[in-house]
């Protein structure tokens, strides 16, 4: 497929900088720029190169004096003919050169549409482009780091690979079928099950990563819970290092949920500190603990605030609401304000009523030193997987969701091969396998998928 119209947009962030480029793709880059184009003839420009010149309007009036870069296709990002107008950054400037650019035979750009020809002229596969927004938003070396090795095709390859042996088997079951008078088995059972087992596993790590994935991605879910008057709030500001959240010693201070993002120790985390968790009439504190549980069931790390002045029997009976709900999760029961009472009692209490090898950290949320010695231990119980040049870590829920049904054919197919059953069987369950895999690459696709990807991205990517 060839795209006959020559679109344009402006590819840096909306407003005024420095500088602003004006990206031109199509066929007709080369003539349409042309036309406003004082400076070296662009016809006879060698590709990648850079130069100096000017712009006008359809009159001839100057726009800019600016920097013109030219990529032939297909060396280019989108494959096609590509020229980046680095203009001056006024806002003026640049709907000036879009209108006289449009003028000249350009039309404007949709969402995506950039990374969209590239994917359709094959510079790139779906899942590559899917990073490029992800690389664009990465918020953290790590987030980063993920994003550019599925940007430069770590995952592509992964699954290239898998893909590939799959068909060979599956091109050899379905040969069986050709023969089926026969009797014969080209495609040795006992191969295709170690193989099918090891893909399996490949498939599940993969799907399994998306956990970390989103962590990295948007920032590790840590829920503050507890009492009222516990001192979460006041744990929040300390984390955060800021007056983030109202604190006062009237129990039910906090009554919503109040969210912030902090990068400690190079992970990003996102804390969510809740309204304190009592008995109430009042319809809208209920209302609020009622998210504080929901916040505690999507939490992957959950900070128990007890207040070390509080009664035993009352923080025994309390832990009946809390503990039954981290079962899957990271908990850290933080004994707070140890300005105010001993609290080697509440230590031994929660030890007995805790599973073994909880954490447990006693901490006054007034005391910097404190906070700091908490922030290492959710910062090793967060323990996301290093992350350098080559992890493939999926991040994007469409390749989770195309993985894990992936995994269910794969372990289908597996079952089928255990029971004996025919070659013809067998392979369609790896060919739905493929199926799935093939989405996330973009092997097989549908343009509504496609239209529903790339709407999420700006205009001038
Ligand atoms: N002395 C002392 N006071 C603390 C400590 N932590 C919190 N407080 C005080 O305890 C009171 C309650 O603190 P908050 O942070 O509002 O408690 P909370 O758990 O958010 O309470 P709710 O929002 O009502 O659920 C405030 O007066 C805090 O100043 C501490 O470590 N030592
Ligand atoms: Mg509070």
Redesign the pocket.
Not at 336 to 340: F, I, V, W
């Given at each position: 497929m060839t795209n006959q119209d020559t679109i344009c947009a402006v590819a840096t962030a909306a407003g005024m900088g420095g500088i602003a480029v004006v990206r031109v793709s199509g066929p007709q880059a080369i003539d349409i720029v042309a036309r406003r184009w004082q400076g070296a003839s662009l016809h006879n420009m060698s590709s990648h190169t850079a130069h100096l010149g000017h712009i006008t309007d359809s009159q001839g009036r100057l726009l800019d004096e600016v920097v013109l870069t030219l990529y032939r296709a297909p060396r280019s990002f989108t494959g096609e003919d590509v020229i980046e107008i680095s203009c001056h950054g006024s806002v003026w400037i640049q709907h000036q050169l879009l209108a006289t650019l449009i003028d000249a035979g350009c039309r404007m750009a949709t969402g995506g549409e950039f990374t969209r020809r590239a994917v359709v002229s094959g510079r790139m596969d779906l899942s590559q482009a899917e990073a490029v927004a992800d690389v664009i938003a990465a918020q953290s070396q790590a987030s980063a780091r993920v994003a550019l090795n599925q940007m430069r095709g770590g995952l592509s390859r992964q699954l290239a690979a898998l893909r590939e042996r799959l068909l060979h088997f599956v091109a050899l079951m379905e040969l069986e079928l050709d023969f089926s008078e026969e009797d014969v088995e080209f495609a040795d059972r006992s191969q295709v099950t170690a193989l099918a087992q090891e893909i399996e596993h490949t498939i599940g790590t993969l799907a399994d990563s998306f956990q970390a994935g989103n962590a990295i991605k948007g920032g590790v879910p840590v829920a503050i819970v507890?009492?009222?008057?516990?001192?979460?709030?006041?744990?929040?500001?300390a984390l955060l290092h800021d007056d983030r959240?109202?604190?006062?010693?009237?129990?039910?201070?906090?009554r919503d949920v109040i969210e912030d993002t902090i990068t400690m120790g190079g992970t990003l985390f996102r804390l969510i500190?809740t309204?304190?968790i009592r008995h109430s009439d009042d319809v809208i504190e209920t209302m609020g603990i009622e998210r504080s549980f929901r916040k505690l069931d999507e939490a992957q790390l959950v900070l128990w605030?007890i207040?070390?002045t509080a009664p035993l029997q009352e923080i025994e009976d309390f832990s009946q609401q809390i503990v039954p709900h981290c079962t899957e999760k990271h908990l850290i029961a933080v004994v707070?304000?140890?300005?105010?009472a001993d609290v080697r009692p509440i230590e031994a209490l929660l030890s007995r009523l805790l599973p073994a090898g909880t954490d447990v950290v006693a901490?006054?949320?007034?005391?910097e030193r404190d906070v700091q010695r908490l922030q290492q231990h959710i910062v090793e119980a967060a323990a996301l997987p290093q992350v350098d040049d080559d992890t493939v870590i999926v991040t994007n829920i469409r390749h989770y969701e195309a993985l894990t049904r992936a995994r269910q054919a794969i372990a289908r197919a597996l079952n089928g091969l255990h029971d004996g059953l025919t070659g013809d069987l067998v392979s369609q369950d790896i060919r739905e396998c493929l199926h799935h895999l093939g989405t996330i690459t973009g092997q097989i696709t549908t343009d509504d998928i496609l239209g529903e990807i790339f709407a999420h991205f700006c205009i001038g990517k």
């Open positions: 507890g009492q009222t008057n516990a001192g979460k709030s006041t744990l929040l500001n959240a109202l604190v006062s010693d009237i129990h039910g201070t906090t500190d309204a304190g605030v207040d070390g707070n304000k140890t300005d105010l901490i006054s949320a007034r005391d």
